[in-house]
């Protein structure tokens, strides 16, 4: 009994441990109610996943292959090492010593080579497959509607085109091959410790159930752990995405200490969560080598006592040379499978980016191109608007953005070619909702809307949506240079721009900047003021030659001086196309030849400036309003 006395002590101490890491496992089994499960079967997201690394067969084979190649040294190796620690011991001979340390150095960079032309390979083909990745969900997202975007977080969608699709690339250059290969050397050396020596493989193998059993346990603590990581990176990316965009804001209303506390929340929620992965992994990889220890310390007991007592163990002789194999062996046995625990759980945490992606590339747009029922021919594919007249109506409209909840109700109106129309009403009776739908950001519930007398759904969307150009109260302006926002990447001369920017007098503002069309343009153009935005905002419409212009609040957060050189600039474009003007300053819409007045989604009335005011009607008390308004701000 004395003579086990130290594998029983070991013994004890693996059942201690084994007695506490269950415990552990039983009781957050309990305390987690529901856990967060996917919705995509692995085999449903290891299908699409295969087919952007299909087009990549060739080099995929090539690196199992040499995969194959770099695994032979971790399977030589102990064989050659042990070989020579017996025929040195036995028949010493300088020049076999040689060409043994000549072999094993012929294995080793033979194996350091297709180690590095296999990373080269992945990375490569990974970078491939990690581009066409994100270029399909960059595409699918430019196709979803204003609707679907607005129900998105930004930072949502940001860490599904970055993090998620990252997590993705790094299962294809490293997890995937890292799989394949520790399990070919796990069975290999499984294979080649039991033809060595049966004896000392079982003894190796008793400490495999306790591997697979911390293995379970460490899986259901790290995917726990991954996933609180995740969803606090998610949060902390959609809080900074808002936050760093609406800073203007916090500043103004002196909110900065408040939303600091907000983010050091939400970013020591973050650091929770990573060090919570930290204590999971830093746990998991002491008892791993801990087993590893063990069994190591056994082959030395049992191997080192037959050796010097001439003992046999089930009828296998023990050797210094197969002691020394076996050694090697234990290390090459026992990473490998704690490898394979913490990759897999990478997979999972791969498998889980992938669904996220593919749940937001499985979104159907809702508003897309409709095919046409042609009585002879059975399909054709939707109209292409060559030319527009700029010819608009509404016929019996009802528009909701929630069902029930209706803001156009029964809305019905006719835009001439050429026409300037305006719409007026308070804030919520459905005036930026109209323009909205002529453009066909969103598509109505009941009605029609006709585009030079043909069904608005009938019409291709990017054809639709060329003709159109819209003016915003918030101009939008790219990271870039002037010259870029006004082209947009569009095939156009510089005289063609200089041309459309003097056409809406901003010619005079950007002659005045230091480098011209070239200036840069900072983050949304905030080097800029909110009258330099909108001209430039009207010479990007006027250079992109639209049929029908759409102006909603174009005027509403700019300057007198500046005013004036936007009237001059809309009695200008006035003459190019049908112009539908959405403003609260009446004064913009004085020249109108229809106005439109909304409330509560119904129109009340219309007629040009004159008539409106001879009704008396909603239009005059306005008009009064704001007419009495400037009288006192004058005096």
Same mark, same amino acid.
């Given at each position: ?5 130290? %594998? ?20 957050? &089994?309990?305390?987690? +109610?529901? #856990? #967060? ?39 030589? +190796? ?14 010493? *001979? ?22 590095? @032309? ?14 066409? @990745? ?54 290999? =050396? ?17 400490? =495999? ?56 929340? &939400? ?34 007991? @049992? ?19 197969? =002691? ?134 009938? %019409?291709?969307?990017? *054809? ?54 070239? #200036? ?12 330099? /935005? ?5 010479? /990007? ?11 909603? #609040?174009?005027?509403?957060? %700019? ?15 006035? *003459? ?60």
């Amino acid at each position: 009994m004395r003579t086990y006395l130290p %594998i029983l002590l070991m013994c004890s101490i693996i059942a201690v441990f084994t007695l506490l890491f269950v415990g552990l496992y039983l009781r957050d &089994k309990k305390e987690t +109610a529901a #856990e #967060e499960t996917r919705q995509m079967k692995d085999g449903e997201i290891i299908g699409r996943l295969l087919r952007y690394a299909s087009p990549y067969k060739k080099e995929f084979a090539t690196v199992l292959g040499l995969l194959l190649c770099s695994i032979a040294y971790d399977l030589a +190796a102990p064989l050659l090492i042990g070989h020579i620690e017996e025929t040195v011991k036995e028949t010493f *001979s300088l020049s076999y010593l040689y060409a043994m340390v000549g072999i094993y150095a012929v294995i080793l960079v033979v194996s350091m080579v297709c180690t590095y @032309l296999q990373s080269i390979i992945l990375q490569k083909t990974g970078q491939k497959i990690l581009s066409a @990745l994100r270029e399909d969900i960059f595409v699918h997202i430019e196709g979803l509607s204003h609707g679907q975007l607005a129900a998105i977080p930004v930072g949502k969608l940001v860490t599904r085109a970055t993090n998620d699709t990252e997590a993705i690339s790094y299962m294809f250059t490293n997890v995937l091959a890292t799989l394949v290969k520790n399990i070919v050397i796990v069975v290999g =050396v499984l294979i080649a410790m039991l033809c060595l020596n049966y004896a000392l493989t079982l003894m190796v193998m008793c400490f =495999v159930p306790f591997v697979v059993l911390f293995t379970v346990i460490f899986r259901r603590f790290s995917r726990k752990a991954h996933r609180t990581v995740n969803d606090a990176t998610t949060d902390l990316n959609t809080y900074l995405s808002e936050n760093l965009s609406g800073m203007k804001l916090i500043q103004i209303f002196n909110r900065e200490d408040q939303k600091m506390e907000d983010f050091l929340v &939400k970013s020591k929620a973050l650091q929770k969560a990573r060090r919570n992965r930290l204590y999971v992994f830093g746990i998991f990889r002491p008892m791993i080598h801990m087993l590893e220890f063990c069994a190591v310390m056994c082959l030395f007991y @049992l191997g080192a006592k037959g050796y010097m007592e001439n003992m046999t163990i089930l009828g296998q002789a023990m050797t210094s040379g197969m =002691v020394v194999t076996f050694y090697m062996y234990i290390s090459r046995f026992f990473n490998p499978i704690q490898t394979l625990a913490e990759q897999y759980d990478t997979l999972q945490r791969s498998f889980a980016a992938a669904e996220k992606i593919f749940t937001v590339m499985d979104m159907a747009p809702e508003v897309v191109n409709e095919t046409l029922e042609a009585e002879i021919e059975g399909e054709m594919e939707p109209v292409e608007l060559t030319e527009l007249r700029g010819e608009i109506e509404f016929q019996d409209v009802w528009f909701a953005y929630k069902p029930g909840e209706w803001v156009l109700k029964g809305v019905s109106f006719h835009v001439y070619p050429g026409q300037t129309v305006a719409f007026v009403g308070a804030t919520g009776s459905g005036k930026s909702t109209i323009l909205s739908l002529i453009c066909r950001n969103y598509d109505i519930q009941q009605g029609r809307i006709l585009i030079d007398g043909i069904d608005i759904r009938k %019409i291709r969307i990017d *054809s639709l949506r060329r003709h159109f150009g819209q003016m915003l109260q918030d101009v939008f302006l790219f990271s870039g240079t002037v010259g870029s926002n006004l082209t947009l990447r569009g095939d156009f001369t510089e005289e063609e721009v200089w041309q459309a920017c003097r056409y809406v007098n901003a010619d005079g503002f950007i002659k005045k900047l230091k480098n011209g069309l070239d #200036e840069e343009v900072r983050e949304r153009g905030n080097n800029f003021s909110a009258g330099q /935005r909108q001209l430039l905002s009207f010479a /990007r419409t006027v250079l992109h030659r639209p049929s029908v212009m759409i102006l909603d #609040e174009a005027t509403a957060n %700019i300057d007198t001086e500046t005013e004036a050189l936007i009237q001059d600039s809309l009695e200008k474009m006035r *003459s190019i196309g049908t112009m539908l003007i959405v403003a609260h300053r009446l004064s913009t819409i004085q020249h109108a030849d229809n106005i439109i007045v909304l409330s509560q989604g119904r129109i009340m009335e219309q007629g040009d400036h004159q008539a409106l005011l001879q009704q008396r009607g909603r239009y005059y008390q306005l008009y009064m309003t704001q007419y009495t308004k400037a009288q006192l701000e004058n005096s």
